[in-house]
């Protein structure tokens, strides 16, 4: 990973607010200083090892045939490809369930992403009657844990579901279907909305002023003006929503009942208890950390991409406290 | 509701109540309607409205009969509120959250906090560690469940081969039931890397010359660690020890992906894992017990507001922000 690269100063003009962690710290220090340097990252080497090492025995792992899943060997002694078997397995289809996160997991974070771009520029830049009121209002609910909502929202679904159900001509929404996972999405979400609201604010009003003079609608304005400059808050809503639907069990377990339907996470979970001592099965463990390592995989790849993005999205939400 | 608060209430002059309202001619106003209108019905129909029926269900012998109309649905008064206090279950959920919160959120907030003041010490080299203690962070739950399983088990497990090199016979981590919580708190405490991140962030943001000052005033390690750098960050504590606590009180997934088998009757599931969250869905969604599930997620709301009020206060003496109050 080409981590060191993002740690020069260079890449905090690409988005002005927030890359402050990404900059080296301004510490001189003497000769003695560097064998205490040198002996802080011996140490932290070694908790290295600690962060990584299930990656690599998981890694490891998923190649090893059956009987030789735990033998904690770093390089397998007999080779397995379990993928084939994985990928294969008969009441499990895991590369629909793949293709089922990526599609949801990109659908929702398009919504999201947008929508609260759109709710939160308008906090930002509109004078308006009501304002104050209504972003008290927004505040208050990322307060709310999510299990008072949780049994209502099913309900609804569940309603929507009969009632396209009578009405065939209607398309089939509600329950066992996918829409729940994705289309709440697009009403926005109160924690993004404050997040890109922070960084709207950010940006000199003139940018805009300048816009409405060359005589910009002001959705125009905000689609040529306000939304590339908001690229970074954009890009770590993007990613956050989808690390957060590709970790999500809780709501696939309430609302998909088809195999077909399934998340990754979900399906991994039956896997698990299909194949694990726990659930009766034999304890075919090198299906289950293959398994694992596919649901693993994508996040790492995305990270790798994204890796600022998260690191400054994360920074930035603690400074507001 | 709006007219009768500016008009009605205000004591300023009346001219104020008319500028609010004149507003509503402006195209400003109505364009800033139309972009937050997603936002707001979303409000309605997925907060508020759901929060509403959600207070009145809990009241209500709402469940699978309801759902499908076979039976009326009946006010069972405050029964279900009075059964939570009556329910060895619930005592049991409850008694397991709190312990797992109370080891959790200090250990993870010391961790990050060691690993983030080495990280900030060693200038440009910080770079590559801060990525790998990151990694974890981006561990599906799910797939970090089942590290727990393979890596914890007590017979084969890494660790319990590795604790055997330095001598030490490790515990029946996934079956022991009072090593379940400890293991599942080191599996969060693994995942420290966002917590740390934040830290990292406010450590930078510590004017250096507060810590000069303090050693030409001869202050030791100790003291400039206890009244510089843990005053200066306050706030990333506070914040961190309020979102970990509510992370604490909401854990689901990687106990529920560990221990408690999809469609099992639950009778196998250790009673060590069983988290408030956890038996609130198992209420909700596998007994459909729609009202008392409510009436659990009224009650672990309070919870959560309360911890959190009770932690605002007390943490207002201790929180210093820079550049005067928010």
Same mark, same amino acid.
Request: aromatic content about 16%; proline content about 6%.
């Given at each position: ?21 990404? =900059?080296?710290?301004?510490?001189? =220090? ?40 735990? #033998? ?37 974070? &398009? ?137 999500? &069990? ?7 009942? #088809? ?63 | ?6 008009? $009605? ?32 019905? *979303? ?19 709402? *469940? ?89 088990? *007590?017979? %084969? ?35 420290? $890397? ?119 206060? %007390? ?8 550049? *005067?109050?928010?």
């Amino acid at each position: 990973m080409s981590s060191t690269e993002n740690l020069g100063p260079a890449t905090g003009s690409a988005s002005a607010p927030i890359p402050q962690v990404l =900059r080296e710290p301004p510490r001189a =220090r003497s000769a003695a200083g560097g064998a205490k340097k040198v002996f802080w990252i011996a140490l932290l080497a070694g908790l290295s090892v600690l962060f990584l090492y299930p990656f690599v025995w998981l890694i490891s792992a998923s190649f090893k045939p059956q009987d030789e899943v735990f #033998d904690n060997r770093l390089i397998p002694r007999t080779f397995s490809w379990n993928f084939d078997e994985v990928f294969g397995l008969p009441d499990a289809p895991v590369l629909s369930w793949l293709l089922n996160s990526l599609w949801i997991g990109t659908l929702a974070a &398009l919504g999201v992403t947008f929508v609260s771009a759109l709710v939160a520029f308008a906090f930002a830049y509109f004078r308006f009657p009501g304002r104050n009121l209504l972003f008290a209002l927004l505040l208050a609910t990322m307060m709310l844990p999510p299990q008072v909502t949780l049994i209502p929202t099913y309900l609804i679904w569940n309603e929507l579901g009969k009632f396209t159900t009578e009405h065939a001509w209607l398309p089939h929404i509600g329950v066992n279907t996918q829409y729940p996972l994705w289309v709440p999405n697009f009403f926005g979400s109160a924690f993004y909305i404050f997040l890109q609201r922070q960084f709207f604010l950010g940006i000199p009003r003139e940018l805009f002023e300048a816009a409405r003079m060359d005589g910009d609608s002001y959705f125009s304005m905000f689609r040529r003006i306000a939304l590339p400059l908001a690229k970074p808050a954009l890009i770590v809503t993007f990613i956050f929503e989808i690390q957060a639907k590709w970790f999500d &069990l809780m709501s696939p377990l309430i609302y998909l009942r #088809d195999q077909a339907l399934f998340t990754l996470p979900l399906g991994i979970k039956t896997i698990l208890d299909r194949f694990g001592t726990g659930g009766g099965g034999e304890g075919e463990w090198q299906i289950i950390v293959a398994a694992t390592l596919i649901l693993t995989l994508p996040m790492v790849v995305i990270f790798a991409i994204f890796q600022r993005y998260f690191i400054e999205g994360i920074a930035t939400q603690g400074r507001k406290g | 509701m709006a007219s009768v608060a500016t008009s $009605g209430t205000a004591p300023g002059p009346p001219s104020r109540a008319r500028r609010w309202f004149s507003g509503f001619r402006e195209r400003e106003t109505w364009t800033a309607y139309a972009f937050l209108a997603p936002w707001f019905l *979303g409000f309605i129909f997925l907060t508020a409205g759901p929060m509403i029926a959600s207070a009145y269900l809990s009241f209500t012998n709402y *469940g699978i009969e309801q759902i499908a109309g076979f039976s009326p649905t009946e006010s069972v008064g405050t029964e279900h509120y009075r059964q939570l206090f009556n329910d060895d279950k619930i005592r049991l959920a409850l008694k397991n959250t709190f312990v797992f919160t109370l080891m959790m959120v200090p250990a993870t907030m010391v961790v990050a906090l060691v690993l983030a003041m080495i990280l900030s010490r060693i200038g440009r080299a910080a770079g590559i560690f801060r990525t790998i203690f990151y990694i974890p962070q981006i561990t599906p739950p799910v797939a970090a469940a089942v590290l727990l399983l393979v890596l914890f088990n *007590g017979q %084969v497990g890494l660790v319990n081969r590795a604790l055997e090199l330095v001598g030490i016979q490790g515990p029946f981590w996934t079956t022991d039931p009072s090593w379940i919580k400890p293991s599942l708190v080191i599996l969060s405490v693994w995942s420290v $890397g966002g917590t740390m991140v934040i830290y990292l962030a406010a450590l930078h943001g510590v004017p250096q010359q507060l810590y000069e000052a303090a050693a030409i005033d001869g202050a030791s390690a100790w003291r400039r660690f206890r009244d510089v750098t843990i005053p200066m960050i306050s706030p990333a504590l506070f914040f961190t020890f309020i979102i970990l606590t509510l992370a604490g009180l909401n854990s689901f997934t990687e106990a529920y992906t560990a221990y408690f088998g999809a469609g099992s009757t639950g009778a196998d599931s250790p009673d060590a894992a069983l988290f408030y969250a956890i038996y609130l869905f198992r209420q909700a969604f596998e007994f459909f017990n729609l009202g008392f599930a409510s009436a659990m997620a009224w009650l672990l709301f309070l919870i959560s507001i309360t911890i959190t009020l009770i932690q605002v206060t %007390v943490s207002r003496r201790f929180v210093f922000y820079q550049g *005067g109050q928010k």
